[in-house]
């Protein structure tokens, strides 16, 4: 009975926490971009999907993500979560596209010329805006 016991404590333990669903950050110049295959060279347009089945795959811009998808090399339903670089934050953490605001605009140059930034908050999001002659678009937009 007490094998049983200490079989259970460790199974569950490593689905509680060996399966992370967490985003991992992007690393630039040692990830490799899911859809292009190119290097991560700049952090702050790059992007996240998490499977179900908890695969992570990483990008470099929001048009290699929106490619990527496009393709359907995974299906809608397999998506858990999608997240983006915080534009604005010195190190580009991940933050969920449910709660992201984006901006779209020539004058941002994202590495593969999709040209979309995301933010946490408002603030942020209209000091670029103004500064980079912005617009305004949502995650539904992007996708169609």
């Known amino acids: 009975m007490q094998l049983i016991k200490k079989v259970f404590i460790i199974v569950t333990t490593f689905f509680l926490f060996g399966c992370n669903s967490q985003p991992e950050p992007i690393v630039v110049g040692k990830d490799q971009c899911s859809f292009c295959k190119m290097m991560v060279s700049d952090a702050k347009f790059g992007g996240e999907i998490i499977t179900t089945k908890n695969k992570k795959y990483k990008f470099d811009d929001m048009h290699c993500m929106l490619s990527f998808l496009k393709t359907k090399m995974i299906e809608e339903n397999e998506v858990q979560d999608v997240y983006v670089a915080n534009f604005s934050s010195n190190n580009h953490q991940l933050i969920?596209?449910?709660t992201a605001l984006l901006l779209q605009s020539n004058l941002l140059k994202s590495p593969m010329g999709?040209?979309?930034?995301?933010?946490?908050?408002?603030?942020?999001?209209?000091?670029?805006?103004e500064e980079y002659k912005a617009t305004v678009v949502s995650w539904s937009q992007l996708v169609k």
């Open 114 to 129: 999709g040209n979309v930034a995301a933010f946490e908050t408002e603030p942020e999001m209209n000091k670029i805006k």
């Open 96 to 98: 969920n596209i449910k």
